[in-house]
């Protein structure tokens, strides 16, 4: 079976201070990580995954597989970065589905 | 535009009422999945098709039902509306071979059952 765990429901930082949303999985296989952004009133969107190894919107995820973790990071919030966030799962033995973590919401605060 | 569409954006209800929420796509995506966004914003998925007359139930036990005709459609089905099938509720789409970095999602549908 394969799990997402997101620990933090709500993050509460200033504008300009480093942000860490953190994301565990469990998966007997080689996963897929994925990190989902929902902005007030937009639809779920893609944001990165770890194959890509990209930084979008200043965030970055690393992969730590002895860790199961999957932590999305960004050195300085902009209040333009309050959503709420899903880090998901996709393994090949589940046909790609995608597992979503419970989310954290992002507040930003000037 | 290629798209996926999700009508309505928001419906209230009373209960008991039998209501279907549409999902369609444009892109010729062959596999579609309906998840449930619940009031504390946990995604759940609650079925899925991997193409026409195709179609499975997801991790959370739902009391909807769905059908897959017509590969562009992906209706869910509530017969019989009920409080706790208050929620947001999100179809989404993608081609075979693209992985699950091919996922769209529409816009949602929340729904308040009265």
């Known amino acids: 079976a394969q799990r997402v765990t997101q620990p933090e429901k709500l993050l509460s930082v200033f504008k300009g201070a480093p942000v860490e949303l953190k994301c565990n999985y469990s998966?007997?296989?080689?996963?897929?990580l994925f990190w989902y952004v929902q902005y007030s009133r937009q639809r779920l969107q893609l944001l990165l995954r770890?194959?890509s190894r990209e930084s979008i919107k200043g965030f970055t995820a690393d992969l730590n597989k002895g860790e199961t973790s999957f932590h999305l990071k960004k050195p300085f919030a902009q209040e333009e970065d309050s959503a709420m966030y899903y880090c998901?799962?996709?393994?090949?033995?589940?046909?790609?589905?995608?597992?979503f973590g419970g989310g954290t919401r992002l507040m930003v605060k000037p | 535009e290629a798209d996926i569409y999700q009508t309505p954006r928001y419906l209230v209800i009373g209960t008991g009422k039998k209501i279907t929420l549409e999902c369609s796509q444009t892109?010729?995506?062959?596999?579609m999945y309906w998840y449930q966004q619940d009031p504390g914003m946990e995604l759940h998925l609650i079925h899925y098709?991997?193409?026409?007359?195709?179609?499975e139930k997801g991790d959370l036990s739902s009391e909807s039902t769905v059908s897959r005709i017509r590969t562009e459609h992906f209706p869910l089905t509530l017969e019989s509306a009920r409080p706790s099938h208050t929620s947001q509720y999100l179809c989404?789409?993608?081609?075979?071979?693209?992985?699950?970095?091919?996922?769209?999602f529409g816009s949602g549908t929340r729904l308040t059952v009265v």
């Open positions: 892109m010729g995506h062959d596999k």
């Open positions: 989404a789409s993608r081609v075979s071979g693209s992985g699950a970095y091919g996922y769209t």
């Open positions: 998966y007997s296989g080689s996963p897929e």
């Open positions: 770890h194959i």
């Open positions: 998901a799962l996709s393994g090949q033995n589940a046909g790609n589905m995608l597992t």
């Open positions: 098709s991997y193409g026409v007359n195709s179609t």
